[in-house]
């Protein structure tokens, strides 16, 4: 892919910071579209007339894009550049989100939708290479700051969506308010265009997903970050749910739901300075495992009794998914070979991610119990220990597919 410089050959504290803040909007806008969906879905099929099967298919659409369009991205990033594809990104989403408000038809909805989420798939892919490209030297620092970024949006959009649609006359205007701010996110992008550099790389900085596909390391990451996610989806959709039936209150369920992720925000701010603390040591992953399968081994054996344990286990498990988009990027050497492993990691375990919620579903309706599902999301999280274990080893992408073994940035 063409090589992206800096804003400038030596930018300014205030460009480092103008460029990091541009970073942070854009990871706000990207769970957005799904966050605020979720909470007027019911209302939105009365209006539309939305059979219960096309809301099923609605409620996947996220995880099918995020696979699809991530693993397209790198092909959009080599021709555009990283600056033209955020800002791409975002007037996707934005027209997206305003198309998406006005349409009359179930068919048409499903279309806005998707092309709001397929620029929300590429903004995932393009985030590592950014930070690459722009904070060599504060990968964990600004990646915390846009996972946690990313968390707050997937929030925002389902605790305000609801008030907004009440405010603002129907799911409608609750829906279509959120694409003001991905249209000021792009604002800043717009102004970034111009400092693309779009050269041939070099053989050394050349990376095809092809040549990804040979390496070790590039398949630990997927399965990485596709069973960190498969357990993650299958929480939003299914935790609430198994509490409920457990004999709590939907009330107290959706509380610890949102408990579940309010934790996952101060832990992702946090990570720069625990991952300076342990190092290349693989002590981060085995604990995220750790405390993930004993959280669901409290929901199976104990799930009215210290429920807020569990949901703050888990919480702080999730703190995997932030640690891997780092990982991203200190395991790589360039922007081309960052960009390139973040869409092979991320388009490839996203459809890996689909198994935890369609899996859950499945077991559960196979057995009549929650047993089997919560096993197996168990089983989920040792595959985050092991492959987070050869993950955490200081190699770099470019030392296993034989391009040398220069130093790794950090």
Same mark, same amino acid.
């Given at each position: 892919?063409?090589?992206?410089?800096?804003?400038?050959?030596?930018?300014?504290?205030?460009?480092?910071?103008?460029?990091?803040?541009?970073?942070?909007?854009?990871?706000?806008?990207?769970?957005?579209?799904?966050?605020?969906?979720?909470?007027?879905?019911?209302?939105?099929?009365?209006?539309?007339? &939305?059979?219960?099967?096309?809301?099923?298919?609605?409620?996947?659409?996220?995880?099918?894009? %995020?696979?699809?369009?991530?693993?397209?991205?790198?092909?959009?990033?080599?021709?555009?550049?990283?600056?033209?594809?955020?800002?791409?990104?975002?007037?996707?989403?934005?027209?997206?989100?305003?198309? !998406?408000?006005?349409?009359?038809?179930?068919?048409?909805?499903?279309?806005?939708?998707?092309?709001?989420?397929?620029?929300?798939?590429?903004?995932?892919?393009?985030?590592?290479?950014?930070?690459?490209?722009?904070?060599?030297?504060?990968?964990?620092?600004?990646?915390?700051?846009?996972?946690?970024?990313?968390?707050?949006?997937?929030?925002?959009?389902? &605790?305000?969506?609801?008030? +907004?649609?009440?405010?603002?006359?129907?799911?409608?205007?609750?829906?279509?308010?959120?694409?003001?701010?991905?249209?000021?996110?792009?604002?800043?992008?717009?102004?970034?265009?111009?400092?693309?550099?779009?050269?041939?790389?070099?053989?050394?900085?050349?990376?095809? &997903?092809?040549?990804?596909?040979?390496?070790?390391?590039?398949?630990?990451?997927?399965?990485?970050?596709?069973?960190?996610?498969?357990?993650?989806?299958?929480? %939003?959709?299914? %935790?609430? @749910?198994?509490?409920?039936?457990?004999?709590?209150?939907?009330?107290?369920?959706?509380?610890?739901?949102?408990?579940?992720?309010?934790?996952?925000?101060?832990?992702?701010?946090?990570?720069?300075?625990?991952?300076?603390?342990?190092?290349?040591?693989?002590? +981060?992953?085995?604990?995220?495992?750790?405390?993930?399968?004993?959280?669901?081994?409290?929901?199976?054996?104990?799930?009215?009794?210290?429920?807020?344990?569990?949901?703050?286990?888990?919480?702080?498990?999730?703190?995997?998914?932030?640690?891997?988009?780092?990982? &991203?990027?200190? !395991?790589? !050497?360039?922007?081309?070979?960052?960009?390139?492993?973040?869409?092979?990691?991320?388009?490839?375990?996203?459809?890996?991610?689909?198994?935890?919620?369609?899996?859950?579903?499945?077991?559960?309706?196979?057995?009549?119990?929650?047993?089997?599902?919560?096993?197996?999301?168990?089983?989920?999280?040792?595959?985050?220990?092991?492959?987070?274990?050869?993950?955490?080893?200081?190699?770099?992408? @470019?030392?296993?597919?034989?391009?040398?073994? !220069?130093?790794?940035?950090?």
């Amino acid at each position: 892919m063409g090589r992206v410089t800096p804003l400038a050959s030596q930018p300014t504290t205030r460009g480092r910071l103008l460029v990091g803040a541009a970073i942070v909007l854009l990871a706000l806008n990207l769970r957005v579209a799904v966050g605020s969906l979720g909470v007027v879905l019911g209302p939105v099929r009365d209006d539309l007339g &939305i059979s219960t099967a096309v809301g099923g298919i609605l409620t996947t659409v996220p995880v099918i894009c %995020f696979a699809v369009f991530g693993v397209g991205a790198h092909g959009v990033v080599t021709r555009l550049g990283l600056h033209r594809t955020a800002a791409l990104v975002l007037a996707m989403i934005t027209v997206g989100l305003v198309a !998406r408000a006005v349409v009359d038809t179930t068919a048409l909805f499903l279309v806005c939708t998707v092309i709001a989420l397929a620029g929300a798939a590429m903004g995932n892919i393009i985030l590592p290479p950014l930070v690459k490209v722009h904070f060599p030297d504060r990968l964990a620092l600004v990646s915390a700051l846009y996972g946690a970024a990313l968390m707050t949006g997937a929030t925002l959009g389902s &605790i305000s969506t609801v008030p +907004l649609s009440d405010a603002l006359g129907g799911w409608r205007g609750g829906l279509g308010i959120w694409a003001a701010l991905s249209f000021i996110a792009l604002i800043p992008w717009l102004a970034f265009v111009r400092h693309d550099t779009r050269t041939d790389p070099t053989a050394a900085d050349r990376m095809a &997903i092809r040549d990804v596909v040979r390496s070790p390391l590039a398949w630990a990451m997927v399965l990485l970050f596709g069973f960190q996610s498969a357990g993650a989806y299958a929480q %939003f959709g299914w %935790f609430p @749910e198994m509490l409920t039936d457990a004999g709590l209150s939907d009330a107290k369920a959706g509380t610890m739901l949102g408990l579940l992720s309010a934790v996952g925000i101060p832990l992702t701010l946090g990570l720069p300075w625990i991952m300076r603390l342990v190092g290349d040591r693989p002590v +981060l992953p085995v604990a995220f495992a750790a405390l993930t399968a004993g959280g669901w081994l409290g929901v199976l054996l104990a799930p009215t009794t210290v429920t807020w344990l569990w949901a703050i286990m888990m919480g702080i498990g999730g703190g995997a998914f932030t640690w891997t988009l780092t990982m &991203i990027g200190k !395991r790589t !050497r360039t922007a081309a070979g960052t960009a390139t492993l973040s869409a092979f990691t991320q388009g490839t375990g996203y459809l890996i991610a689909g198994i935890g919620p369609f899996g859950a579903g499945v077991l559960h309706d196979a057995t009549g119990s929650w047993t089997a599902p919560l096993i197996a999301l168990m089983g989920l999280a040792a595959v985050i220990a092991v492959a987070g274990w050869f993950v955490a080893r200081p190699v770099t992408l @470019e030392d296993t597919l034989g391009h040398g073994s !220069r130093e790794i940035s950090s």
